[in-house]
């Protein structure tokens, strides 16, 4: 109220000392007016709770219902809540544009979750848990209900930062029954040369760090993420199962270079399946739609294949990832906040999430439903949860990244020079592993 | 003169002018052509195979006057038009009173404000935009159209070259005799000034009536709630190619830029003539 | 517009310093050889006023003494003290169960500790003159009594307003509305330039501080931190350079060169065509730039037909292409150049409208005596056209370049998501090959809040098209040919 008063006599303050900055001048109605306004906001009841929550485009008519029915859960209190649009994967850019403007839920993808702690952008659970009552729950009753991964994935430094909502964010591979078969699906090399056959493409983007690391965490490289937000990265040396960096880029070349195999951009996944060149592409749950339309009843879904590394086949380790209700730090209502995030996350907003949009839930029990077994991409999808990689990376990860996977789309390293690729691979780490400025 | 005409009304001359500004038209055309195509495609997304649609229909207009959830168009053509026509009356004053202020009258801080001008106009915009942003949340004006309005016409009196240079054309012995007769400025300004520049003053008016139509960054910035419904058009249809959205949009999207562009081109056709006359009158006398 | 430009420069800052000298000699008079109440103006502003008995602008002087007084104790005193250090005090909140609120301590945030101090700033500059030119005024006033001459009322001195100061109505909110929106952001970006705000140091949760020319040392190669930065800063610059003197110099040609075929006699409907050309500027530009990007995707439309009609395959032969299409937006090179094109199709027909109006005022009488000379239509157009076009939009250039070096919009709508560098020393400053300078900043805020480098790469472009604009202006003075037009 003080703060409000005092900026709205500064703008008074402006006009006048601007307008007699050249004379003087009568112009007390506006310093009048201003004032009055300042005390009319401040008025304002104390008894309805306004709340913002962000989600995905897809996702607005389910949130809809959800807010419907969390208001009739708690009925006593007056809610005004609205929902804007804001997809999870680029949530944290537009939250960390402006902490305090931001919604006081939203929903974001797990890997955004060390940048957001970073900045203080996201409300400790831990020291707000006691609001949980209300909902006669416990953080704990939150962690055991949930699948111990998803929990993981919401935790920093020991601390729980987010409500997991749904699971299985992650990549596999789509193909088409009637010109792959299931062994043939099972490698690269036996794919590409079926696809070859059939005079189709296989799909997979590789300009990006989310895509392109599944080739390097499939031979035992990782990366890491530091206290004050660098990355580390050991892709330039040998893995611990004994594959040298040098070797991944040989075969990832061999790959791209081959005829049926093609580089998608980013983002452009669902455009190439739609386009029907393709008999088998790399992609998540959100295209599952779009692939069962395009290849009608020869639509399939398996894990990610193997590649080959000298004479070894390697499995991907695709990233997996996890979506997250988030409660921003900075809320006005922070109580009733993380009572709507944890609503959002329960089991039975979980379930109904799948039903909407095949979100694959994290909920122990709301996966034991039968409609989620039976599904073919969530079965595929889920089927990596034991050796897909939580992906931990800084925000340095990113750009090299994707460079790196341009250049080897685009074919601008040479397999046959080793020394090349090692200085590709170092200049990737430098970069990747630089010092925040 | 006239020898000069008959030798080059030779028929295959003639022919052959108009067809090369023919051609040079279609290749300008081509992508418009598409645009319009496209919008009355039956097919949600983008059409990579052929030039002209598979299938036409106008499903897609449909769509955009039934809102769902992305696409509220005829809620963004409002708030857009509110925002325009806010803007576009700030924006004109204050580019009118700036330039006749420097260009009719004299003042002994003149030139320091003019060259303060120059130098502002040197520094990127996007640059302050961020600032802009936290003045705007300062004063509670984010998310609201007094916002972008203030964004888009408070500093508009920097724009006002154009103006002032076209007033630099009317004649001073008027303003003189004006003056000894006895008349304030201010009657000046309004009575003779402005009606004698009617060219620039619509070139000014449909200039900064079509900015919220266009900009989409300081949009984007200011009406960051998330909220479809308050978008204005251009961040609202810029959204639809979003990486999520596109598959579904496009059409939609092409069918939107058509709509938003039919007003906007016939606001243009008219201005061209004022817009020539505005510039050139302000650019001859200089 | 020529005379507009002549000489400012030299002749504005001089005059300017006379100016600010003139103001504080009248001051010193002022405060010396002014009466009792003239001093007492000193401290209370309304005192000289209520001398000569004007007592409403005694009032309001008072009431604006008061505003700054109560401004600085209320307002500034809660920033300005903190802008050395730009706040000490971290955010820490603590969960109420009763509310269910949290409850924050009163911590810094050091962008508005910037924001407003720099605020505070403004207004008592502004406080200051006021106050200087009050008490010139009142010694005036105090001189005009003495000499017996009339000292206006108030409602004569609100007079003045639409009469002989008819400026200060006109001038006082425009200014006002450019100092909030423009002046202030941008001084406040200079600032940023010298501290820490980046990713690591984001209000509200964290502080950021002071660090000096750190950041301009980064840039230009030193500090040790990205040596890369220094690298994609030469490139990023070089193609800025390069990007701005051609689409400048195309649009502008190219729109010569349409509006002269449009204009010729032999053109028949030449308001058909002009609107054809104009069509394409009427659509906005976020749709039809975006548009084009998918009309020349990798997989897009003309691939697809430079495919069918082999093209795609011709390009592979001779080694142009070594990919299954064509990159027109995704390589170096390629992208450069399609840029430029693409550029000339949204400014030429913007081109053509000024050039239709310039020409439509060429002296008619030097083209008709030029032609009783027997002169041919090409040489006309080297020697009267030409010359008279560069002379009246040759200023209209200098801007345009300028206003290239900061567009936006073309290269942010055409790139964007579309185009991914594979040179890596670019990839680790989170910079590509088509880059401007304004597309870099824009992107280094947006995704990874580096905020303070791009300040200073903001600073830099000023720094370039000032330089530039002084060059190009002075040498246009010196090339001087008004007489020869007027």
Redesign the interface.
């Known amino acids: 109220m003080r703060k409000?008063l005092?900026?709205m006599?500064?703008?008074?303050?402006?006009?006048?000392?601007?307008?007699?900055?050249?004379?003087?001048?009568?112009d007390?109605d506006t310093?009048d007016t201003s004032v009055k306004k300042g005390t009319d906001e401040g008025s304002k009841s104390d008894e309805t709770?306004k709340l913002?929550l962000?989600g995905?485009?897809?996702d607005?008519?389910f949130l809809t219902d959800v807010v419907k029915k969390f208001q009739s859960t708690y009925s006593d209190q007056k809610f005004d809540i609205?929902?804007?649009?804001?997809?999870e994967?680029s949530a944290k850019?537009?939250v960390?544009?402006?902490?305090?403007?931001a919604?006081d839920v939203y929903s974001f993808a797990s890997d955004q979750i060390a940048?957001l702690v970073?900045?203080?952008?996201l409300?400790n659970l831990d020291?707000?848990s006691?609001?949980l009552k209300k909902a006669n729950k416990t953080l704990d009753d939150v962690k055991s209900a949930n699948v111990s991964d998803s929990i993981e994935a919401a935790t920093v430094d020991g601390k729980m930062y987010a409500f997991p909502t749904s699971g299985a964010n992650t990549y596999f591979l789509y193909y088409d029954k009637s010109k792959i078969s299931e062994t043939d699906a099972a490698n690269w090399d036996t794919i590409l040369a079926a696809a070859k056959k059939a005079g189709k493409k296989v799909g997979m983007t590789l300009?990006s760090g989310w895509y392109v690391a599944s080739f390097f965490y499939g031979a035992g490289f990782t990366t890491g993420l530091n206290a004050?937000?660098t990355t580390t990265m050991d892709w330039n040396g040998t893995s611990p199962d004994g594959i040298k960096g040098t070797d991944v880029v040989k075969s990832m070349l061999d790959i791209t270079s081959n005829?049926a195999f093609r580089a998608v951009?980013?983002?452009?996944l669902?455009?190439?399946l739609?386009?029907g060149d393709c008999c088998a592409i790399i992609s998540g749950t959100?295209d599952a739609g779009?692939a069962a339309e395009v290849w009608g009843e020869n639509y399939a879904a398996i894990k990610l294949p193997t590649f080959t590394v000298g004479d070894k086949q390697v499995q991907m380790h695709p990233a997996y990832g996890y979506k997250l209700e988030a409660v921003n730090?900075?809320?006005?209502?922070?109580?009733?906040a993380v009572l709507l995030a944890e609503f959002i996350s329960n089991e039975e907003s979980q379930t109904k999430h799948f039903e909407t949009a095949e979100q694959v839930p994290t909920n122990i029990k709301a996966l034991e439903a039968d409609s989620i077994k039976k599904n073919v991409a969530v079965a595929a999808a889920t089927s990596q949860a034991d050796f897909g990689v939580i992906q931990e990376v800084g925000?340095k990860y990113w750009?090299?990244a994707?460079?790196?996977?341009?250049?080897v789309a685009?074919?601008?390293i040479s397999a046959k020079d080793d020394a090349a690729i090692q200085k590709?691979l170092d200049?990737?780490v430098?970069?990747v592993t630089?010092?925040?400025? | 003169m006239k020898v000069k005409k008959m030798k080059d009304s030779r028929l295959s001359t003639i022919i052959l002018h108009n067809v090369l500004i023919g051609v040079i038209a279609f290749i300008w055309l081509i992508p418009i052509v598409w645009l319009v195509c496209t919008s009355f495609s039956a097919f949600s997304g983008m059409n990579t195979h052929t030039f002209f649609p598979e299938k036409w229909s106008i499903s897609y207009y449909v769509k955009l006057f039934h809102p769902d959830t992305v696409a509220q168009f005829p809620q963004w053509f409002i708030n857009t038009f509110v925002v325009a026509c806010a803007t576009c009356v700030i924006s004109t004053m204050f580019v009118l009173m700036v330039a006749y202020a420097t260009s009719i009258m004299r003042f002994p801080m003149r030139k320091p404000l003019m060259n303060m001008a120059v130098i502002l106009n040197l520094f990127p915009g996007m640059l302050a935009m961020i600032a802009v942003y936290f003045v705007l949340k300062t004063f509670n004006l984010t998310n609201s159209y007094a916002g972008l309005i203030m964004v888009y016409s408070a500093s508009s009196g920097l724009g006002y070259l154009i103006a002032k240079g076209f007033f630099d054309t009317v004649p001073r012995a008027l303003c003189e005799a004006a003056r000894i007769d006895g008349c304030s400025e201010a009657r000046i300004f309004f009575q003779m000034v402005i009606p004698m520049s009617r060219p620039i003053v619509v070139y000014t008016v449909i200039s900064s009536f079509l900015m919220p139509w266009m900009d989409f960054v300081y949009a984007k910035m200011i009406l960051n709630a998330g909220v479809s419904s308050k978008y204005t058009v251009a961040i609202g249809l810029y959204k639809m190619l979003d990486k999520q959205l596109i598959n579904d949009y496009f059409t939609q999207f092409c069918a939107g830029g058509v709509l938003v562009s039919i007003p906007i081109s016939i606001l243009f056709i008219i201005m061209q003539k004022f817009y020539v006359e505005g510039i050139t009158g302000g650019a001859v006398k200089g | 517009m020529a005379n507009r430009t002549k000489g400012t420069v030299a002749a504005a800052v001089s005059g300017f310093f006379k100016a600010i000298g003139g103001f504080f000699s009248g001051f010193g008079t002022a405060v010396a050889k002014g009466d009792l109440f003239v001093k007492l103006s000193l401290l209370w502003w309304g005192a000289g006023y209520v001398r000569r008995k004007q007592y409403v602008k005694a009032v309001i002087m008072t009431a604006l003494e008061a505003a700054a007084i109560l401004f600085t104790i209320f307002f500034a005193m809660d920033y300005v003290p903190k802008f050395g250090s730009l706040g000490t005090v971290q955010a820490e909140k603590v969960f109420n169960m009763d509310t269910m609120k949290s409850e924050f301590n009163d911590y810094d945030h050091s962008f508005k500790i910037l924001l407003f101090s720099l605020f505070s700033f403004v207004v008592w500059f502004a406080a200051i003159i006021v106050w200087i030119k009050n008490v010139i005024n009142v010694y005036k006033l105090q001189k005009m009594e003495e000499n017996g001459e009339h000292i206006n009322t108030f409602r004569e001195d609100m007079k003045t307003y639409i009469g002989e100061r008819f400026h200060i109505t006109l001038l006082t909110l425009p200014v006002l509305g450019i100092v909030v929106f423009t002046l202030i952001p941008i001084l406040l970006l200079v600032f940023v330039a010298f501290t820490n705000y980046d990713q690591n140091h984001m209000p509200p949760s964290q502080l950021f501080s002071w660090v000096g020319f750190k950041n301009f040392i980064t840039l230009f190669g030193g500090g040790g931190l990205t040596s890369t930065f220094g690298y994609a800063f030469v490139r990023v610059l070089g193609w800025t350079l390069v990007w701005a003197l051609f689409s400048t110099l195309t649009t502008y040609i190219g729109g010569i060169l349409l509006s002269l075929l449009l204009n010729s006699k032999k053109t028949r409907m030449p308001k058909f065509w002009r609107f054809l050309f104009v069509l394409t500027i009427a659509v906005p530009q976020f749709v039809s730039l975006l548009l084009v990007r998918n009309f020349f995707a990798d997989n897009g439309i003309v691939n697809t037909i430079c495919d069918n009609i082999g093209l795609t395959g011709f390009l592979n032969d001779i080694g142009l292409v070594g990919t299954t299409y064509i990159p027109f937006l995704s390589a170096p090179g390629w992208a450069h150049v399609m840029i430029i094109i693409i550029n000339i199709w949204v400014g030429v027909p913007y081109q053509m409208l000024i050039a239709t109006g310039v020409l439509m005022n060429i002296p008619a009488d030097q083209l008709e005596s030029a032609k009783v000379d027997g002169a041919k239509p090409f040489q006309i157009f080297r020697k009267i056209t030409m010359p008279y076009m560069l002379f009246i939009t040759g200023p209209a250039l200098v801007t345009d370049f300028v206003k290239n070096v900061n567009n936006f919009n073309v290269i942010y709508l055409l790139t964007q998501d579309v185009y991914t560098t594979t040179d890596q020393a670019m990839g680790n400053s989170q910079a590509q090959e088509v880059d401007l300078l304004v597309t870099w900043l824009f992107r280094l805020t947006q995704d990874y809040y580096n905020y303070k480098m791009a300040s200073v790469i903001g600073i830099i472009v000023f720094i370039i098209c000032a330089v530039f604009t002084l060059v190009a202006f002075n040498f246009m003075i010196k090339g001087d040919k008004e007489g020869t037009y007027q």
Do not use: H
């Open positions: 409000k005092i900026s006599l500064l703008c008074a303050t402006m006009v006048a000392t601007a307008v007699t900055g050249c004379g003087a001048s009568d007390k310093s709770v913002t962000w995905a485009e897809g607005q008519d609205q929902i804007g649009v804001e997809s994967s850019d537009t960390l544009t402006d902490i305090e403007a919604a940048d970073r900045a203080g952008a409300a020291e707000v006691e609001v300009n004050d937000g005829s951009t980013d983002g452009k669902s455009d190439t739609k386009s959100w779009v730090a900075y809320s006005e209502n922070m109580g009733w925000g750009d090299p994707k460079t790196f996977g341009e250049m685009k074919g601008k590709v200049k990737l430098d970069g630089a010092p925040l400025d």
